[in-house]
Every structure is written in C-alpha cells, then in structure tokens.
C-alpha cells in the first residue's frame, strides 16, 4: 500500500439511516422512503473521501472488539484506506449513530453512541503514520489525543482541525488549518463580520482558516492575505449528512493537488475544490456513497 499522505485522526461510527416525511410523534409509527446501513465519522468520512479523490490515506480511531467495530474497519479498508493505525480496545463498544432525515428541507436527528477513548500515548503506529504524513487531520475528538502526543512525533505535523463540533480548550497555536462552520466560528469569537473573525483565528495561531457556510458555500483566510470564496455547484441535494466531513477530506486533497500543481488556483483553488465535493457528496442519503472523484470533480468545477 502507498504510504499515506494525509491522516486522519478521530472518529468512525457505524451509522443507520432512514427518511422520512416527518419526525414520529411518542408512540407513534412512520414509514422510511429509504433506510441505509454505512460508516460515518468526521475523520473516518474525510479520509474516505481523500482516497476517492486519490490521495493516500490512514484513519487513527478506536473501535470495540464487536461486529460493529469489524464493519466499521472493514468498510474503510474496503475503501482503500489504510486501516493500520486503528485501535481495537477489548471490551469496548464501538460508536453507532441512528440517524433520521425528515421533511423536504432535509433536517436531520442524530443519535450517537460514545465509543472508546482514544489515545495515543504508547501507540507508535499512529506516531510513524503522523510522522510520514504531510497532513494530520483531526476531529473532535482526535485534536485532544493529537495534542497530547504532538511533541513526540518526529519532525513535526502540518495540523488541520475540523471545528464543526465543539472542542473544549481549543487552541490554534501552531495549527496549519482551521476549520470550522459559520456558526462554530461565532460561538468562539461572537457574531459579527466574517472577515473580521477569521482574522481573529489568525491572530490566535492558525496559519489558515477555511469557512463553511452551508449553502452559502465556503471562505478562506490565509496569514499572508490571501482570500477564498466559493459558491456550490448546482446538484440534486438529498441529504447534507457528512457533507462537511466530506468537505474537509477534500480540502486536505485539493491542497495537496494544490502543491502538485493537478489542480489551478493554490489555495482559492482548492477551497473550491472541497466545496465542490461536499455539495456533490449531497445527492446521497449517507456520507459516502455519493463523494466524487477527481475526474467528476474537476467536471463539475468545469461547468
């Protein structure tokens, strides 16, 4: 297997999902338009879709010892991603999310299972995968384990953070990439110009800092100045679940090709790269089945 290029450290649920026209009252029986069974977790779902757009890459995670945990590594390795650096804890149950669509305008109700801890201290797969990376990406919770062994990786990490869900203690001192939505953002530094609080994450470490605004599209900041705004591409949107885990796979991947010089634009480019994928990633009901590839991609950016 080609060593990894990026990884991705945290989460990696086994995920139900079903639609349906509207939420059941208590005691109360609807009828599922569709049901799917499938894998989720914001970095086990970005690194699916850094290996779809053909980046090599590794998830560090923690599953039980069931069969859950079994399809969880399973479906990832049948992805292509190298399933080394995941820790299978004895006794422990892996985290599961039954999660209901309903209504035209897709709102969605997650219910999650905490699976097991993970750490990184003692695990020297996860230290020789970060340390061979160009990229480390974190969810979560990935960034506390993260943290606590970054000193020990040799020669350092490149640091991306998905700040979608709320990270407690949260520092961006030294990180290459930050990336929450909107709302996470203002919850951190207040509502207000989207501009200006950017550049408040810039002034608190982050090198980068990448937006998404839901259908409003995403945003960019670089330290040196330069700017990033992308609009979604126009597709058939049946579901937004894990279209922000997909956007960050993406943005890993689109700033690598960025480097390679496989895709124009430098950083502006591969902001739009991602928010492609993501909004593409939406015409299915789960996470995954619907993430492009590199050459549906760069088509859909095309026209």
């Not at 905490?114 to 990229?135: K, N, Q, S, Y």
């Not at 490149?158 to 709302?183: C, F, H, K, Q, V």
């Not at 207040?190 to 945003?219: C, K, Q, Y």
């Amino acid at each position: 297997m080609t060593a990894p290029r990026a990884v991705f450290v945290g989460v990696a649920t086994e995920d139900s999902i079903a639609t349906v026209e509207k939420y059941p009252g208590a005691d109360e029986r609807v009828v599922a338009s569709a049901m799917v069974f499938g894998g989720g977790g914001p970095a086990a779902t970005a690194a699916v879709a850094a290996v779809r757009l053909g980046v090599p890459s590794a998830v560090v995670a923690a599953v039980g010892d069931d069969e859950e945990g079994e399809r969880v590594v399973s479906r990832l390795a049948a992805e292509g991603v190298d399933v080394s650096g995941i820790v299978v804890v004895p006794g422990a149950a892996t985290s599961r999310s039954i999660v209901v669509i309903s209504g035209e305008e897709r709102a969605r109700a997650i219910m999650n299972r905490v699976g097991p801890p993970l750490d990184l201290v003692g695990h020297g797969r996860a230290l020789e995968l970060m340390a061979g990376a160009e990229w480390t990406h974190v969810d979560q919770h990935g960034w506390r384990a993260v943290r606590d062994v970054r000193g020990r990786v040799a020669g350092g990490i490149r640091l991306s953070i998905d700040a979608g869900n709320e990270i407690p203690g949260l520092e961006l001192d030294g990180t290459a990439l930050y990336a929450p939505t909107r709302d996470a953002l203002e919850r951190r530094y207040g509502a207000g110009d989207l501009d200006e609080n950017m550049r408040r994450a810039i002034d608190d470490g982050a090198e980068a800092v990448v937006v998404t605004d839901g259908g409003r599209g995403s945003r960019g900041l670089r330290a040196d100045g330069e700017r990033a705004s992308s609009v979604p591409p126009e597709a058939e949107l049946v579901s937004t679940l894990g279209a922000g885990d997909v956007f960050h796979g993406a943005l890993i991947a689109g700033l690598l090709r960025a480097d390679d010089g496989s895709i124009d634009g430098g950083f502006a480019g591969a902001v739009a790269y991602a928010t492609a994928v993501g909004t593409l990633s939406c015409r299915g009901i789960d996470g995954r089945s619907r993430i492009p590839d590199h050459e549906e991609t760069m088509s859909a950016l095309a026209r």
